[in-house]
């Protein structure tokens, strides 16, 4: 079933297309991963998918309805969003971070019921012991989980993952992509995920899209869009391809100097 | 992955347990500052309200308060009590509370810890009203006494930064950034004009518009009150409803905005409760500032950041702050009174410092 569909979707800042004529299609319990250069669109597609930016053409259906529809509170328990960077100001505990996730379900005050889904969250990401740590003083691959968990404490049916892997070490990468991928097995739910690491694509995402100047490139499983062909293309890199467990593993070797890109 | 399926079961349920417990405490330790806070005001408005220029022991003091409920005030000892120590503690705290409670939420909303009614232009605005008002005010308008113009100036000016604010916000999108710039540029454009119309004004004229900015507790009374206590009772509530939107906002306006808040329009509610509140108090207290940029911080330091519970501890801490200082401001140099906006940036200012040395890192 088709769990969110972007149709003929256009986004501009001003005079600047970001993005041009997108059209996705995503299936329930499926990881879809979003590959492509920088300034490709890739984060600028999750935030209007999000409604955080608004499309000035074309529409996104999620469960067959237009999300300018649905109420800000209704989409925030249908859609987690982790951002690439959610910096805090003023001290915060993990716990109180991740609580900030129940805001959609909740009235004035939160009951012993979240209290309960935070710890069950803390708990499956193998956090608990952060519990009452200041956000800002954890590594970055800390806070890159506490952001997950507050994302999957609003239940979400659909989860955004903007460069969760960013700043990342090799271990916490691996960690985060199957937290991602267990949850999505577990609970049905859907994943998009933009991502810099073609490696780490390929091995999590059922399907790829490859985004080249705000508009999609190549799409389908990851054997079919990760190819040198369109490697050299879209990032103007030569790479060696092998295949690792029927995937497709990259080797980047040169960057290709050229004028015309 | 073993790392991640690999939790020890044993201790699972008993970490859990843990954690709870902890974060019980935590709350608690919370609640017990707020409730601590609280407690300070009584202790210091008790002692304050026993000391002044004109002796009357403490005893005697408690029976005229408890025996003016009842019956009209005749005495001197009677009035001195009544109509000029209580209402400048009453003032003392309502004021202390809402600029305190005004700048948690000015400081949360812009994400800026510098944020405050001074840093917004609010007090710069006021403090214009009243000076234009005290040093023309009576040429312009004769027949309007003039307390009661400076006043109404001083709260219609130091609006002025809200309604620019929010028209700027219908051109552009309420971002913290554009907020804290604007009431910057707000804060010196009024302070330009204070200077220049000092500038030409006549000294007496002058000395008082001066004293009005310093700010103080000295033109307080039950009927000044009055206002102040309503537009209290109606901001302090719509503030506290909206802590948990704070909260959120706090993690930035992308996330708060996928956590379901309508980011520019809670910002800019919250924007203008807090400026009324503001405004209702510094039009009869004078800019007294201070105590809305540091009581948050200081709360922050002890308690964290969850303004459910920031909101109340600070509005407390800033009643007894505020109330502290002018209480030593009526005693250290008696009978001189040193005014509280004085008191409060030479004492409490070292204060903060010696807080910010020995802060608990833990939680700041």
């Known amino acids: 079933m088709v769990k969110l569909k972007i149709k003929d979707v256009e986004f501009g800042y001003s005079n600047m297309p970001v993005l041009q004529n997108v059209n996705i299609e995503l299936a ?16 600028t597609l999750l935030r209007c998918i999000d409604r955080i930016l608004i499309p000035q053409k074309g529409c996104i259906m999620l469960d067959g309805r237009d999300i300018r529809e649905i109420s800000r509170m209704e989409l925030a328990r249908k859609i987690g969003y982790v951002p690439q960077d959610g910096s805090q100001i003023f001290p915060a505990t993990v716990f109180d971070t991740v609580l900030m ?67 990342l070490d090799i271990r916490h990468q691996l960690e985060v992509m199957e937290i991602v991928k267990r949850v999505v ?69 040169r960057a290709y100097v050229s004028a015309n890109r | 992955m073993a790392s991640i399926s690999g939790t020890e079961t044993v201790s699972g349920t008993e970490k859990i347990a843990e954690i709870k417990a902890q974060y019980k405490k935590f709350v608690g330790r919370k609640i017990l500052f707020i409730l601590f806070s609280l407690a300070l005001i009584f ?24 025996h003016g409920i009842f019956q009209s005030v005749e005495t001197r000892e009677e009035i001195v009590v009544w109509n000029l120590r209580l209402p400048r503690i009453i003032t003392g705290i309502l004021a202390g509370m809402g600029l305190a409670i005004a700048g948690t939420m000015m400081q949360g909303i812009l994400r800026n810890p510098l944020a405050s009614p001074y840093t917004l232009g609010i007090s710069a605005g006021a403090g214009f009203g009243a000076a234009i008002a005290i040093i023309y005010g009576t040429v312009l308008i004769p027949g309007v006494s003039t307390t009661y113009l400076v006043i109404a100036n001083a709260f219609v000016f130091s609006l002025i930064p809200v309604f620019v604010i929010m028209g700027l916000a219908r051109f552009r999108k309420a971002t913290s950034e554009l907020m804290i710039l604007a009431g910057i540029a707000m ?67 992308e996330t708060a905005k996928s956590l379901g808040i309508n980011v520019e329009r809670a910002r800019l509610f919250i924007m203008i409760v807090a400026c009324l509140l503001t405004a209702s108090i510094i039009s009869f207290t004078g800019c007294i500032g201070f105590v809305g940029l540091v009581a948050p911080h200081i709360c922050r330091i002890i308690i964290g950041g969850d303004n459910r519970f920031l909101i109340p501890a600070s509005g407390f801490f800033g009643g007894a702050f505020l109330l502290g200082m002018s209480t030593l401001g009526r005693t250290v140099m008696a009978p001189v009174i040193i005014p509280e906006g004085v008191m409060m940036a030479c004492i409490g200012g070292p204060f903060f410092f010696f807080l910010l040395l020995w802060r608990m890192k833990e939680y700041w």
């Not at chain 2, 202790?43 to 408890?66: D, F, H, K, N, R």
């Not at chain 2, 119309?197 to 002058?206: L, N, R, V, W």
């Not at chain 2, 000295?218 to 704070?246: E, G, Q, T, Y």
């Open chain 1, 185 to 253: 097995r577990e609970r049905g739910i859907s994943a998009i995920m933009a991502i810099h690491d073609l490696n780490l694509a390929s091995r999590y995402a059922d399907r790829i899209i490859m985004m080249n100047g705000g508009r999609v490139y190549a799409e389908g499983e990851p054997s079919s869009v990760l190819n040198a062909e369109n490697i050299r293309h879209v990032y103007g890199v030569e790479a060696k391809l092998s295949s690792h467990d029927g995937r497709p593993y990259i080797v980047p070797l």
């Open chain 2, 187 to 253: 804060m010196y454009i009024f302070s330009g004009y204070i200077h220049l119309i000092f500038y030409f004004a006549e000294s007496e004229a002058m000395k008082e518009a001066y004293f009005w900015i310093i700010g103080g507790l000295s033109r307080a009374s039950w009927d000044n009150i009055m206002p102040m206590a309503v537009m209290f009772a109606l901001c302090v509530p719509l503030l506290m409803w909206k802590s948990w939107d704070l909260n959120v906002m706090g993690a930035g306006d």
């Open chain 1, 101 to 167: 996730g129940r805001r959609p379900h909740l009235g004035w005050r939160s009951s012993e019921r979240d209290t309960e889904k935070v710890l069950e969250t803390l708990k499956m990401l193998n956090i608990e012991d952060l519990a009452m740590r200041d956000i800002n003083e954890l590594s970055g691959g800390q806070q890159q989980k506490v952001f997950i968990a507050r994302a999957l404490t609003q239940e979400p049916e659909l989860l955004l993952l903007d460069e969760p892997t960013s700043n």
């Open chain 1, 28 to 43: 329930e319990s499926e990881i879809l991963g979003v590959v492509g250069p920088n300034g490709a669109g890739k984060s």
């Open chain 2, 43 to 66: 202790i210091i408005a008790g002692v304050s309200v026993t000391l002044g220029s004109y002796p009357i022991p403490a005893m005697e003091v408690y029976s005229i308060i408890w």
